[in-house]
């Protein structure tokens, strides 16, 4: 045999292990996506059932939405971690996304305009460091009280004060919000 058709013949069969790793890791990491905004999302929803005007869960966030994300890291193993991310951050100290980040954000956006985007949209991606796997937030109309281009005064007046630099407003219902992150060191992905 050729040694151009054994290395063809050894990279067709790795191919179904890369597909299967691949699959393992993104559903380990949506578990913890799903852990993120589990926790995040039930919180959210009662403060905004306690107060319709949104101030409440304007409150919520500013001040407990950093801490439950560092809870949901201390329950996940020592090589994986979940983050939130946008392209138009409100908290400019922690959520910055990478070059990475911004360019599956982007791929998100394009599949939003395509009406390509599904509630089941999920994406791997290989990093130097391991593995990111990224579930999109598409911008709801309960989302627009903090988010939207049409502010409560009070709304916006308390965003002003917690986030001077806050770019995470004008968005309109079915708009790319930002992503949920998991990810998966190398030495996890290397099994």
């Known amino acids: 045999m050729k040694k151009s058709s054994v290395l063809l013949s050894a990279l067709m069969l790795s191919m179904p292990l890369i597909a ?10 949506v578990g913890y996506i ?3 905004a589990k926790a995040l999302k039930s919180e959210l929803k009662s403060h905004m059932k306690n107060d319709l005007s949104g101030i409440e869960a304007l409150a919520f966030c500013t ?19 979940v983050r939130r991310t946008a392209l138009k951050v ?15 954000m982007r ?3 394009e ?5 390509t985007l599904t509630d089941k949209t999920i994406k791997v991606v290989r990093t130097e460091e391991g593995a990111r796997i990224y579930k999109p937030l598409v911008t709801k109309k309960v989302c627009l009280k ?16 917690a986030y001077p630099h ?10 790319l919000r930002g992503v949920i992150v998991a990810e998966i060191k190398k030495s996890a992905t290397e099994k």
């Open 166 to 175: 806050d770019k995470a407003v004008g968005f309109k219902e079915g708009d």
């Open 90 to 104: 409100r908290n400019d100290k922690n959520n910055l996304p990478d070059k990475t980040d911004s360019e599956v």
């Open 111 to 115: 599949m939003i305009d395509k009406k």
């Open 34 to 36: 799903k852990m993120l």
């Open 63 to 81: 001040g407990s939405a950093e801490e439950i994300t560092k809870r949901v890291n201390e329950k996940l193993p020592p090589y994986a971690s």
């Open 107 to 109: 791929s998100f956006q």
């Open 146 to 161: 903090c988010h939207g281009a049409q502010l409560s005064e009070k709304i916006a007046e308390s965003l002003k004060s």
């Open 20 to 29: 299967d790793d691949t699959a393992s890791l993104k559903k380990e990491g």
